[in-house]
């Protein structure tokens, strides 16, 4: 659905995107993450069409954004950090609107009926926008970006604003969509990119630092065991750390079950636990229990975008750690930006260039990680 080759963004002497490839097939959550000013924003408006890219491509469904940028957005339902909205018109007369701009095919009321349905504002259909609360503007928002059924979603902080029964309404909605759709989906709560996300991309000074499951994130850099075998354990810890492969071994204060004994066992590269279930067993040791240690998605998180070459050089390659080059090229005139105004420019998206420069300008103060 999604093909993004070499994507670069400057900004006179600055880099904000730099050389980034990703691909998102044809349904999924991708959660797209990053600390404050490290280019998210720019990316997904580079993806949508709402800004053109200084170098680089972006293909949606076999439509490259810039020389087709309606039959791209054709398949791309976009809701900004700030949605787009006319505050005076009520949310009926604003999502028929947008129905009609976005030229959709479907039965008009059906369809309009079907996603309020979906986004829960049927009981505010009638009210003017300007007087719904925050939480009920960013749901009208989103479905207007719901609109037509697009084969990709762009979310930039779908839940801002929404009260806990909301949010765990629209993450199980996002879950939904993923299930037949692609989506692309940015949020600063990590725990809410856990709940909905299959996989997530970590971008750092516009350098893309991270690009995996979440499962593999979780065990970024921690090559740790966490062993409890049957028996006590002092006379046993010397023998495990003769084992072949093991950088160290303790035993812990406090075992899991009585009358057990409860290592730590930090790991080389490769797999130990064959080698360790052999020597166990050979002692007539059984084992009680064995997991892997793993990191939460916080901790792997701080550590790619704090420079951790080993986290990066696990995940991303030894390319992915590298300094970003410090050339800087002039961005040649495109007119993709005047092509995003297929879509009318309401409140919190006047032109597309100007969002793109405020963003990324703004985004210290308002993106936290």
């Known amino acids: 659905m999604v093909n993004v080759q070499n994507v670069t963004k400057i900004y006179g002497a600055r880099r904000v995107v730099d050389n980034i490839s990703f691909t998102l097939g044809d349904r999924g959550v991708l959660g797209f993450l990053g600390p404050n000013g490290a280019g998210k924003s720019t990316t997904m408006n580079i993806i949508a069409g709402y800004t053109s890219s200084s170098a680089g491509t972006v293909t949606v469904n076999g439509s490259e954004i810039l020389e087709d940028p309606i039959g791209a957005k054709r398949n791309v339902g976009y809701l900004p950090e700030r949605p787009p909205l006319y505050p005076d018109m009520t949310v009926s007369g604003y999502l028929s609107f947008?129905?009609?701009?976005k030229k959709i095919s479907l039965?008009?009321?059906?369809h309009i009926a079907e996603i309020c349905e979906a986004v829960g504002i049927g009981p505010v259909r009638k009210r003017i926008i300007k007087n719904l609360s925050k939480?009920?503007?960013q749901r009208v928002g989103l479905a207007?970006?719901?609109l037509g059924n697009p084969g990709l979603l762009i979310m930039d902080e779908p839940t801002v604003g929404l009260d806990p029964v909301q949010i765990l309404e629209i993450r199980s909605l996002i879950r939904e969509l993923g299930k037949n759709s692609a989506v692309i989906f940015s949020s600063h709560i990590l725990q809410e990119v856990q709940a909905v996300c299959d996989r997530v991309i970590?971008?750092?000074n516009g350098v893309l630092v991270a690009d995996d499951t979440l499962e593999n994130l979780s065990r970024l850099g921690d090559n740790s065991l966490y062993l409890t075998v049957e028996g006590p354990g002092e006379a046993l810890l010397p023998e495990i750390r003769a084992l072949p492969g093991l950088r160290s071994a303790r035993?812990?204060?406090h075992a899991e079950e009585e009358g057990a004994a409860s290592f730590e066992l930090e790991t080389e590269t490769g797999d130990i636990r064959p080698a360790l279930f052999r020597f166990l067993a050979a002692r007539d040791r059984p084992i009680l229990s064995l997991r892997r240690g793993g990191i939460s998605l916080e901790d792997a998180f701080i550590r790619l975008t704090a420079g951790d070459h080993a986290a990066l050089s696990a995940i991303a390659g030894e390319a992915g750690?590298?300094?970003?080059?410090n050339e800087v090229v002039t961005e040649p005139e495109s007119g993709a930006e005047a092509a995003g105004d297929a879509l009318a420019a309401p409140d919190g998206v006047e032109a597309s260039a100007e969002l793109a420069d405020d963003t990324e300008a703004e985004e210290g103060k308002g993106d936290e990680a």
């Open 98 to 101: 947008m129905f009609r701009l």
């Open 107 to 110: 039965p008009r009321e059906a």
């Open 135 to 137: 939480g009920y503007q």
């Open 144 to 146: 207007q970006a719901m």
């Open 202 to 204: 970590v971008i750092n």
């Open 251 to 253: 035993l812990l204060d």
């Open 321 to 325: 750690a590298a300094e970003p080059e």
